[in-house]
């Protein structure tokens, strides 16, 4: 039995330690207590009433008596999350009882009585009190499925106690005074010598009311295993395992200066966290996701509750009177009828607005067409160079460009002692770092190629210049477009 006791004993520190490891981040609430938010500490104290169960008893006695023994206690409580706490208490209580009612009619002996032979009888009974201290896990079974109660609250409490007795076997005798019959209390051969001592575990039920934010009134109640068989007084061959059951009544008072316990929540949080869909402006896009809750009815929105702009001219097409041409906000959306460039062909419609171009072209410039011309190489080379094309947001070269790279490298073939520098340029867009990192690597992508098709490394040099250099507007499409270009020049003679 002993070693029953004592293997339930290290089992209950055992899951104490590894629940006391819990965070309230490994448990998922419906409705999470904000912890940095509660107080987690509470102390307390109240009544109780302590009831024997072994070779005798403090109720169903042969003597039809009733042993009412009264005691006081305090505690400490630290919670840890709404689920699981600690519990540190301290306690005094009266003990006392008489022989059990079914036994009296034939008795058994008690042992190491001092007449070495005691006989259970309606006439004996024990006394003494009994103090000492218990650690407790504590176990929500509230916030087990509600996750933070509001009015009530249960809990469980599992943990293991000492305490130090002083318990005596009396005898009532008519027409004298009770004669002890044995006095555990009283042995002079050990350290304590007026008090015997066990160790116990304990399984109890509390019930909470919540007082107020500050203050809880509990009422408790729970059944508990003695280590050794003399609480009672009394030892025999027939009961070796005594329990006794505590019940009692307090008050605990939280600690802290926030406004909940972190058992409790708040107690208008069940109005507060009823969520309602809202629609404002009914485009069919709730209110909490709408970017723009108050747009016109009937107008289309995005998936995000933003009116549409199909031109994408910085005007939603229900304010825009031309809404499916890029126009700028100041003439209401649509196209100004400017050339301001003056090569005949309107803003609205010109890539290049402020380079004159032709038509052809959508108003950018035409390239000049490759010629023989032996003398001029390192022009054609240079117009060349605007037809290499790199993948987005890339340094590898299409693959429409190797035949137009080709061309370059037969060119410079043919002006074997011209050096050149082959240089990378990008439109405005990301970041100044990233353009320039960018235009580095795509204009070394060029050089290597070359290099492997036979042009000399002494020959060619390659730099980046990122945004840097723009040849025309970044305002516009057609402007970036030519502004993310490749440039090959020549920088001198091979000495």
Known sequence: ???????????????ANSFSQFTTDEITYGNRIDLENSNSWAIGGGFSNFIMHG???????GDDQVYLNFGAFINVDKMFNPLLGLEGKLFYSQMSGGAQYFSTSSGYNILYTSDDAGLIQDNIYFEGHTFGAELN???????????????????????????????KLLERLENTDDRVLVDFGDNPTRNSASYASSIYLSAQFGLKRRISKRVDLEFRTGMYFNY???????ISNKQDWETFFVSSIGVSVKLGKKKIFTIWGDENSGSRNNF???????????????????????VMVYGNGKAVDSDKDGLPDYKDKCPLEYGPISNEGCPLNVDSDGDGIMDGEDLCPNTPG???????????????NNSNVTQQIGLLAASIYFDTNSDRIKTISFATIDKIINLM???PNVKFVIEGH???????RYNLYLSQRRAASVRKYMVKQGIATDRLESKGYGESRPKFSNSNAGGRQLNRRVEIKPTGSIE
Not at 358 to 372: M, S
């Open 1 to 15: 039995m002993r070693r029953i006791f004592l293997f339930v004993l290290f089992s209950t520190f055992l899951v």
């Open 55 to 61: 070779d005798l008893r403090s109720v169903g006695t």
């Open 137 to 167: 896990l504590i176990f929500s079974f509230t916030n087990l499925y509600q996750t933070t109660a509001s009015k009530w609250h249960a809990a469980g409490y599992f943990g293991v106690g000492y305490h130090n007795y002083n318990s």
């Open 228 to 234: 050794e068989d003399h609480l009672d007084a009394a």
């Open 276 to 298: 309602k869909i809202v629609d404002t402006d009914k485009d069919g896009v709730m209110d909490q996701l709408d970017i723009e809750p108050n747009t016109p009815a009937g």
């Open 358 to 372: 032709v038509v052809e072209n959508r108003g950018c410039p035409k390239q000049e067409a490759v010629t023989q």
């Open 413 to 415: 073939k043919k002006v």
């Open 426 to 432: 990008t439109d405005d867009r990301n970041s100044d």
